[in-house]
């Protein structure tokens, strides 16, 4: 046996780890990812960068935060010259390779990858042309549409993550057959479970009236949050109908169920070599869904529904397994821990860090419970700005509190030992405000609102060149899967 492990990174799009039958959802079929959790380590409390798609795999990559990488929306580049885990893993004499999402925008679509794969459904350059979703349009974004035209029929990205999980068994029966000594090193980008919220008949019928509704229904006369009432507002949600409700969670578990099935036939395949024992696996995914729990849908939230992905570590030969660790992480530390257990170099700027020490003692009061998160928008992004107004929130979850930090704003102040669900904001009781305090000073420590929002005015601003041209000179697409506009759909009866 080789004394490095293979290595698969697989990250999901839009995972809520609620949503799965090991984390105690009592309705959801995942085997898959039991058998996974069985076979290795669970971080309970781990939260993504950032609860949006490019920055969340952009600090996934490199180890660091949004503001660190100058990431904070899905129309950021990330510097080619930021070393990611693909550069260290490379480093270290692996070979990584890449199939399915990843999100890149721009030129560089490898970032430390020597080779892809299937690629992402978008194009390379924004502005180069757009995607076509078929009868499904608006539905993969934040808006009221994605909770119509919901239902029974096909998710394009399903189509997508089948052609991906193809090419990964492909890629695993080649390195076996191989006989190669070296171990492989692969990354698998997932779309499920993504809106839209359209599921195969199969996979809906086999939920259809067991799905509970959500656990706490805010409804849109209650939100008290001054950012809440306008984002419900700006994406159609004030008032949700029972029916939309079901159709959608319905849905969603079937997406959850599909992308466990695919994942089964690519852990088939590790098995089916014997590569199992000595594979490092980890599971995550960029960032949660809301499903309907206090009203919000999506991400775009500090809410754990929103904040909080999956993580499990499982590497059978050299970890324990079937452990379960309630400590607060970050996806920066699985970015660190991947790195440490395949004996590659540390990321000089990443601030992850590794979880081999509250592995081996997961009591270690050496381990500082903290986690950060950001959300920022751009000015004149229809979905998610208010005009010129952009927003800036940052989140930090340290021990059992968490602040969410809203700029010129109210902030969010909960205790998640006891208020698990976040229903009892206590930022404005005068018996917490030495703990707003301090986690305010916590979260603006070394991010700064006003140079924040320069540097995204100025990306905005270069936008306004760089996408016209990409529209006016069609440049090539180096990877990229092509979604065909008719793979979108609801079934007509």
């Known amino acids: 046996m080789s004394q490095r492990p293979n290595i698969l990174f697989i990250e999901s799009d839009q995972h809520n780890p609620a949503v799965i039958g090991a984390n105690g959802d009592p309705v959801i079929q995942t085997p898959n990812l039991d058998a996974l959790t ?6 309970e409390t ?3 960068a950032s609860p949006i798609c490019v920055p969340s795999r952009a600090s996934m990559l490199t180890g660091r935060h949004p503001y660190q990488n100058e990431v904070w929306t899905n129309n950021q580049y990330l510097h080619s010259a930021i070393p990611t885990f693909a550069h260290s893993l490379g480093a270290a004499g692996y070979k990584p390779v890449q199939i399915g999402r990843m999100h890149f925008n721009g030129p560089d679509q490898l970032h430390g990858f020597t080779e892809r794969f299937v690629g992402d459904h ?8 757009e995607i076509d979703h078929g009868e499904l349009k608006g539905t993969q974004g934040p808006d009221r549409i994605s909770l119509k035209l919901s239902g029974r029929g096909q998710n394009a990205y399903q189509v997508h993550d089948e052609a991906v999980t ?3 068994v492909t890629f695993i029966d080649e390195h076996a057959a191989s006989n190669k000594p070296d171990p492989f090193c692969l990354a698998v980008g997932m779309m499920l479970p993504h809106q839209p919220f359209v599921s195969s008949k199969k996979d809906f019928d086999s939920y259809e009236g067991k799905v509970p509704p959500p656990k706490n229904l805010t ?6 949050h001054p950012y809440l009432k ?3 507002s700006h994406t159609g949600i004030e008032d949700v109908s029972s029916e939309e409700i079901e159709r959608c969670r319905t849905a969603y578990y079937g997406l959850v169920t599909r992308l466990d099935y695919l994942l089964g036939d690519i852990f088939e395949a590790l098995d089916r070599h014997g590569l199992l024992e000595n594979t490092l696996i980890i599971y995550t995914a960029d960032h949660g869904e809301q499903i309907g729990e206090k009203g919000l849908w999506w991400k775009q939230t500090f809410y754990e529904d929103s904040v909080k992905v999956p993580a499990i570590i499982s590497w059978p030969a050299r970890l324990p397994t079937g452990l379960r660790i309630n400590r607060v992480t970050s996806q920066l530390d699985l970015n660190a821990t991947m790195l440490d257990l395949a004996c590659a170099p540390p990321l000089p700027s990443s601030y992850g860090r590794s979880l081999i020490p509250v592995i081996d003692n997961p009591e270690s009061d050496q381990w500082q419970d903290i986690a950060y998160s950001e959300y920022c928008t751009e000015p004149g992004d229809p979905s998610h700005s208010n005009g010129d107004q952009i927003w800036q929130h940052r989140m930090v979850r340290k021990n059992e509190w968490k602040l969410n930090y809203y700029h010129n704003m109210p902030s969010q102040l909960f205790n998640l030992t006891h208020d698990p669900d976040e229903m009892n904001d206590l930022s404005g009781s005068t018996e917490h405000a030495h703990i707003v305090r301090d986690m305010t000073e916590l979260v603006l420590k070394d991010w700064e609102p006003k140079t924040i929002e320069k540097k995204i005015r100025e990306q905005t601003e270069n936008l306004a060149i760089t996408i016209p041209w990409a529209e006016n000179t069609s440049p090539a697409d180096t990877i990229r899967w092509d979604l065909k506009p008719e793979w979108d759909y609801l079934d007509k009866t």
């Open 219 to 224: 409804s849109f006369a209650n939100e008290t």
């Open 122 to 129: 978008n194009s390379n350059h924004l502005g180069a042309s």
């Open 230 to 232: 306008w984002w419900k």
């Open 166 to 168: 193809k090419r990964t």
């Open 38 to 43: 069985a076979r290795g380590i669970v971080f």
């Open 46 to 48: 781990n939260y993504c």
